[in-house]
């Protein structure tokens, strides 16, 4: 199972060591298929970069302290074991998986390393840890998974401590009756999805992090997932939260739904440790589906294939999984394929049970809709490479390319436009030329996500590119009015632009939040917040 | 239509001052059926009370100002003729719905009344209005339908105004693609659902207060719909909202949905008045049903009839409205009607489209769970006398009965303790005899809303007699896990409660969010947070 390799992959203390300048172990790299590199050499300038520096000789800023204080004082609090400061562990800790951070790691240039990875076992030793950090000044970045993509994981300018949440992996309870789970912050996606299978539940959270993701995280960030079509968002499905901040535990979700008071819930969702670490949440689980059914269908244009998707958002059959790529992702993706009749691919599907009916009952909306069944085999392909994208990412890197996603969401009636201006953006951002492909993968009622790949040259300068070309697509968002996330999270790499999107008044209402919660400010500095 | 009768009756400036001692207007007053009469007068002691007193003899403390500084001040940003001082409309403000309420409007003893009642037209002005009221440090009510039913609108003990939001009634705007609508903090109901039926579409909230209840009432107090089951609560219809506050004007929601940090909208959502004067909200709506269809089913046992409901909540199909009466509900309800078999009885209905597709797919779910079919006319029933309730709340208090409501939410595997437990403590709260009635109106996959009616003799301190008996529902529904409120709110007879649920940290935190936004703490002073 996938869940071993995770688990030995991310418990940030195997010998692995080399994975973290890749999505995933070494081992399991993907090549970049033929076609695919053969059409990138036709259209981009390839410069394959040096190869990777080993983490032993990584450099950074490590600001050690002077004496040993702040990690005797740890020590003591949760054990000498469960406070690591070998150089390989803190330097795999020191950064995430945005591209960015892949570049430095590759070139051995982490800005930062945390003076120590420390791993509480339970919330009382968290917030042991957060109290001793307070009291010492010392930061702490809460690590679970270590799969941002956007930044969430930079290291701060100021001595710090990574709070890695492996030791807190457990299942804690199952209300069958109810069809909620408690399951703490640190447990690895997989291993969720395991111990609920021997219950006969599932959380469908299938994020493209799903295999080195943990269930925190997804929190932290409200992470969106594959099918979230059908399950709901993470955030949806969360009725109860443990968060554990420097004055102390706060625990919220009594029912289903309240009329109690704001939902507190909702203040700790999405705040990447900047409020505080969640150590566990109480989620909605849903019996594993009995059937499963993805297929592939073409509309003769993205606007055709929005036509439809937003008849079967807003009036039904509600699917599972829902993936609308617009012309040029249909393109690329069915290069070496022996496709080729333009257009745009949908691939849906259904889990659960009866999934035929329902999947009949939408056949005749897409059809009515200009659209033209191409069967299960468009589903199957997707099925089958439903992760394989981060590892792609560093096959390009390998290749000489420089992949990137950018994504937003957007009411129905703003989304053609926000295609537009985001891709004539980022091609004017980047001169030498791209590829940049799109899809909807998550609908709304009121609208839907749109994720875009931008797929380019690295230049001399690779992380200035990324950034010129981000900061374009970003503006172009907000000018078009989508959220300038709607399922990576803010990190670092989104903060200016959330700040604009919610304004001075509510930056400066987190602010106050944040000084109340966390008054030395020692929680993932420079996070979410300018 | 019900909207002229609920705009004259509510814009706070009609001759029909006498209307505020009862729900609705004296003409709508509905009598109490003989059979019921005749029944509560076997099992209570009834004592009629003394014809309610005249507002203009109404007693209160009014804490003047010495001068008319503020009100001066107030007339010069807002105009004078929107600061309304005549004492028949200022105690017409001064008090909510609930019971204690009545009492005290009928008994002519109400406790304080506004210095003034503002009416600004703006979200600006609104703004205005919290700038004048902090430098003169009064005290702020913010006023919509005026429905609370949990001292929501208790006036403070400090000297105070209240912000009538009549007049920011308007529609502000509709995006057919998206299904959206804007709608402004005080349009009633009844108009916002002639407005958006001009455009062919319905919000689907329909809460016992409808008649009178307005949109920002709604989403101040999180409230949920007899329609919730199936067209969601107040809270998950709303994208987007404007907050006026002190420190000026806050705008949530970009998109349906979003990773960029805490969810915003959930903060002032249920904040009820104390953060900030929500003045519009976007909300999703939907088409107008083409088809309503409601019926009636009877199960041997409330537990029989939980299981049923269970079962449609999590595996579908969702109905759109649900209730489902346990033994004693039923039984009173069916009393004079001929129906006297025992059992439950379970209203559900469906409306949208090919709804008896639907109806036919739940009856076999229900059939295959002990249901039995009752045909449509318990539904019809149900919908004629939708809005009754609180119509019969003062025709009992006229025939010397009291009522009240409680009302909670729990995950399923509690929800039977729930009501064993709140049931036992009411009556033995009550010793000289209660009729204690309840339904499960709200259901999600997780849980469900548990309401329950009390009916008793109201004693020589009927106020005294309500402290207890409530305190005693209260106590019992936190011991038993239950939320302190599913849909009325907390106000002020539900703040101890409230605190308790989310915990000191929860209560410290809120209290500096309102601190930061509202220095002055002029907001609803009492609401809420103790």
Redesign the interface.
Known sequence: MTANVTLSHMDGDGEDATGRTRWGPASRAKPLPDSAAKLLAQVLELTPPPPAVPPADVTADTREHDDDTVLNALRAAIGADHVRTSRPIRARHAAGMSTPDLLRRRSGELRRIPQAVVRPATTAEVVSVLDICSRFQVAVVPFGGGTSVVGGLAPPAVPHVTLDLGRLNGLVAV?A????ATLQAGLPAPRAAELLAEHGFTLGHVPQSYEYATIGGFAA????GQASTGYG?F?DMV?ALTVA?P??????G???????????????????GT?GVITDVTV?V?PMPTQTHYEGWRFDSFTDGLHAV?KLA??GPRATVLRLSDEVETMIGATGSGRSDGGCLLVIGWEG?HVHVVAETAAAVLSAHGGRPLGVEPGQQWEQHRFDAPYLRDALLDAGAFAETVE???????LPEVHERVRAAILDALPHGALVLAHVS?V??????LYFTVICSPGPDPIDRWHTAKAAASDAIAAA??????????GTD?RDW?AA???D??V???R??KH??DPAGILNPGI??P
Do not use: N
């Open positions: 209300d009756i109810s069809r909620t960030t409200r992470s969106s968002r955030d009725t901040t004055r102390g535990t706060i625990q919220v009594r029912a289903p739904a309240s009329a109690a008071g704001p939902d507190l819930r909702q203040l700790f969702l999405g705040s990447e409020l909605r849903r937003r807003q009036d049970e937003t969401a957007a009411y129905w009636s703003r998550h709304y009622e009121t609208g839907a996500s009015g989508g959220t300038i996330t709607h399922h990576h999270g803010v989104h959330y999107e919610i304004g008044l509510a400066d209402l987190l106050a939040v109340h919660l979410l917040v």
